[in-house]
T-cell receptor, first 110, second 116 residues
Framework: QQQVKQSPQSLIVQKGGISIINCAYE??????FPWYQQFPGKGPALLIA?????SEKKEGRFTISFNKSAKQFSLHIMDSQPGDSATYFC?????????FGAGTRLTVKP | NAGVMQNPRHLVRRRGQEARLRCSPM?????VYWYRQLPEEGLKFMVY????????ESGMPKERFSAEFPKEGPSILRIQQVVRGDSAAYFC??????????????FGPGTRLTVT
């Protein structure tokens, strides 16, 4: 069973727009929630991460919003650029391996 | 400032052969994780190792797959008697800390295994 559910599967956004990707989890033991960016043929690159004692974290154009009671978290990409076109994965961890969402393929149109 | 290194980057094996995938963690990292990614899918956790110890192998198939991280040298993921369904990208990640603490994991470029 998938422990982390991610949506949407694909997303098309105009340059300058806001990209929003959502994830939900069930296991309340998860205590670390990263987002990874992956380009074709490359390994995932850590983008930003949050722990459940914080409701929001911002790094540049990337923001994670975390709702502990709803067991949901989301990635917002402000001022989306064509170079942001990639596959984004949310993940959750309780101390060993990460459990990944299925991924969102983001396309930013110029 | 080398990151996680994996080799080979591409590996072609015939059904029934053995595949050996190598991973050298980032400098200063002693925790290694292996993941498998099927085409158009997310990554699936396979195994977590520290030097000379398997910590969590809950994601490893029970047969044909094994992993080690010796005191000296890279971590090895070994797949015996490969089948077509083993064709996937295999990623290694490493972290400086580990154990019960959830920490940042940094990924290598992956090994793309093709079984013909």
């Amino acid at each position: 069973q998938q422990q982390v559910k991610q949506s949407p599967q694909s997303l098309i956004v105009q340059k300058g727009g806001i990209s929003i990707i959502n994830c939900a989890y069930e296991n309340t033991a998860f205590d670390y929630f990263p987002w990874y960016q992956q380009f074709p043929g490359k390994g995932p690159a850590l983008l930003i991460a949050i722990r459940p004692d914080v409701s929001e974290k911002k790094e540049g154009r990337f923001t994670i919003s975390f709702n502990k009671s709803a067991k949901q978290f989301s990635l917002h990409i402000m001022d989306s650029q064509p170079g942001d076109s990639a596959t984004y994965f949310c993940a959750a961890s309780e101390g060993t391996g990460m459990r990944f969402g299925a991924g969102t393929r983001l396309t930013v149109k110029p | 400032n080398a990151g996680v290194m994996q080799n080979p980057r591409h590996l072609v094996r015939r059904r029934g052969q053995e595949a050996r995938l190598r991973c050298s963690p980032m400098k200063g990292h002693s925790h290694v994780y292996w993941y498998r990614q099927l085409p158009e899918e997310g990554l699936k956790f396979m195994v977590y190792l520290q030097k000379e110890n398997i910590i969590d192998e809950s994601g490893m198939p029970k047969e044909r797959f094994s992993a080690e991280f010796p005191k000296e040298g890279p971590s090895i993921l070994r797949i015996q008697q490969v089948v077509r369904g083993d064709s996937a990208a295999y990623f290694c990640a490493s972290s400086r800390l580990g154990g019960l603490a959830s920490v940042e994991q940094y990924f290598g470029p992956g090994t793309r295994l093709t079984v013909t």
